[in-house]
């Protein structure tokens, strides 16, 4: 069974600074998605981006970008010029690209990040 | 659209009572989930959907029903509710399981079992 670990419980991040949440996964399979949502106190889910395994390419969506490493299986996120509104519980996931009982979104247990003025 | 909306959004319950989540999707998913979250813990997938009339177990499927006779709806039953329930309570969706589509999510039913 896949597993998705974030060993950070916890980060905190200067306002204008870098942060990296860090996550790792367990699978067997080659064919595969990783997630990155996050959950502002509103405790809506919202999605913050998307990497295929099969892409090389690290997704960026403006101020988010992460490092895929198939090998290593970790991706990380990177937040870059960190704003206060981006202070949320941000969840890694992991979802196989096969259907039925495999497709389901597998997630890690979170990040609090905390950003200071 | 209104996505994926869930109702109550706060809840009370006595131990041993009953109650029903609802959730409806407006965007002809096929895929709909309910998840609990507790701290520490994540989101845990408690039974999924794969289509109307399919519904399966997920990783925490004990002291829950659900049944999917729509597309559109997905109740989440607690047949005897128990402190252990205490959670908030997710209902999403998506166009089908595994892939890469974004999993939609609503705004979640805070549970408190007494």
């Known amino acids: 069974a896949q597993t998705v670990t974030q060993s950070q419980p916890e980060m905190s991040v200067q306002e204008a600074e870098t942060v990296t949440l860090s996550c790792t996964y367990d699978?067997?399979?080659?064919?595969?998605?990783l997630f990155w949502y996050k959950q502002p106190p509103s405790r809506q889910m919202i999605l913050v981006i998307r990497?295929?395994?099969?892409?090389?390419q690290n997704a960026t969506e403006n101020r988010f970008s992460v490092n895929f490493q198939k090998a290593a299986k970790s991706f990380s996120l990177k937040i870059s010029d960190s704003q206060l509104g981006d202070a949320a519980m941000y969840f890694c996931?992991?979802?196989?690209?096969?259907?039925?009982?495999?497709?389901?979104?597998?997630f890690g247990k979170g990040t609090k990040l905390s950003v200071k003025p | 659209n209104a996505g994926v909306t869930q109702t109550p959004k706060f809840q009370v319950l006595k131990t041993g009572q009953s109650m029903t989540l609802q959730c409806a999707q407006d965007?002809?998913?096929?895929?709909m989930s309910w998840y609990r979250q507790d701290p520490g813990m994540g989101l845990r997938l408690i039974h999924y959907s794969v289509g109307a009339g399919i519904t399966d177990q997920g990783e925490v499927p004990n002291g829950y029903n659900v049944s999917r006779s729509t597309t559109e709806d997905f109740p989440l039953r607690l047949l005897s509710a128990a402190p252990s329930q205490t959670s908030v309570y997710f209902c999403a969706s998506s166009i089908t399981t595994g892939g890469g589509y974004e999993q939609y999510f609503g705004p979640g039913t805070r549970l408190t079992v007494t």
């Open positions: 699978t067997s399979e080659s064919d595969y998605y």
């Open positions: 990497q295929e395994a099969y892409k090389q």
């Open positions: 996931a992991y979802r196989s690209d096969y259907g039925g009982s495999q497709g389901n979104l597998i």
């Open positions: 965007m002809n998913h096929e895929y």
